[in-house]
């Protein structure tokens, strides 16, 4: 079966929720029916305990705001959560230190010494970056968040292929994302280029070049660069897909997970021409640095 190239573009489909709790019983999920028999039983144990004292009406009256406040805290939803997870994140945020320092070997923190007339302020918290270790494989320790693997993804020039390409690609895409049964990011990161290397790479190879008017043509290339990169910020995208896997007591067989789920989205993104490379310690080390400080010499 041939694609014709006049035929209209296709679209995927892709479920924006698939991380979303199962229903239970009444449209609610297990935690929103905790939350709600937790307050229903609350409030039935205090009736029973001032029934003899508070007439129904002052009750209901009491009760009701509750339930009120109840129902927005677990029906309601921003950005894709609850109210009450988004409080429960408010309070643990306002609750956090606001400053973080790095220490070796877990050195405590002290504050400042007694002669310091000026208030300091609290005492910094220990800062305690996510990953704890990389291996030689590429694949990142996150201690109890697991383990993570960072393969660098090609591009393609989706705007220059004929509808049956640009419909081909995107099934292959679409076939990829519906076949996913474990975490991935896709993350595209731009950064500052520098041609300084690639200009003195062309000047030192000009005088090499077989003929004069090569040589005028790679200077004038010369030029032109160094114009471009002082009147014009160049950037340089770049597209990881990063591989997460669970915390597992054997580490080793997690990293044997990561590589394995690495070659298979290899073979199922080469149908759409897209080259998938795990990168190796050193290189995924650099991504990591390139996040810390993007503005790094």
């Known amino acids: 079966m041939s694609l014709r190239n006049d035929e209209p573009p296709m679209s995927a489909r892709v479920p924006a929720d698939v991380e979303k709790p199962d229903k239970i019983a009444f449209g609610l999920t297990a935690r929103q029916l905790a939350i709600a028999a937790g307050v229903a039983a609350a409030l039935w144990a205090l009736y029973t305990a001032t029934a003899a004292m508070v007439p ?48 070796f070997d877990d050195e405590p923190i002290v504050g400042a010494p007694a ?22 494989t590429g694949v990142i320790d996150l201690g109890r968040d697991g383990a993570a693997l960072i393969c660098a993804a ?21 076939r990829w ?6 975490p991935v990011q896709i993350v595209v990161r731009v950064d500052r ?5 690639l200009i003195a790479d062309i000047e030192t190879r000009a005088p090499g070049l077989p003929h004069p008017a090569l040589e005028d043509a790679a200077r004038e290339h010369t030029r032109f ?20 896997a669970p915390a597992v007591p054997n580490r080793d067989a997690a990293a ?30 650099d991504v990591l640095r390139g996040a810390c400080d993007p503005y790094r010499s």
């Open 56 to 103: 129904l009406p002052v009750f209901l009256a009491v009760a009701l705001p509750v339930v009120a406040v109840t129902a927005v805290l677990i029906l309601g939803l921003r950005d894709g959560l609850t109210l009450d997870r988004l409080v429960v994140h408010a309070v643990r945020h306002l609750r956090a230190p606001r400053r973080l320092v790095p220490t």
């Open 115 to 136: 002669w310091v007339a000026a208030d300091a302020g609290p005492i910094p918290a220990l800062l305690r970056l996510p990953a704890e270790a990389i291996a030689g």
């Open 154 to 174: 090609t591009t393609v020039n989706f705007g220059l292929r004929t509808p049956a390409e640009q419909n081909a690609l995107v099934a292959v895409f679409a």
């Open 177 to 182: 994302l519906n076949g996913l049964a474990a």
């Open 193 to 197: 280029l520098d041609i300084t290397a």
């Open 225 to 244: 660069l160094a114009g471009l990169g002082a009147s014009r910020d160049l950037l340089c995208r770049s597209v990881f897909l990063v591989l997460r």
């Open 256 to 285: 044997r997970t990561l590589l394995r789920r690495a070659e298979e989205a290899a073979r199922a993104l080469g149908a759409a021409e897209i080259t998938l490379s795990p990168l190796d310690g050193a290189a995924a080390l």
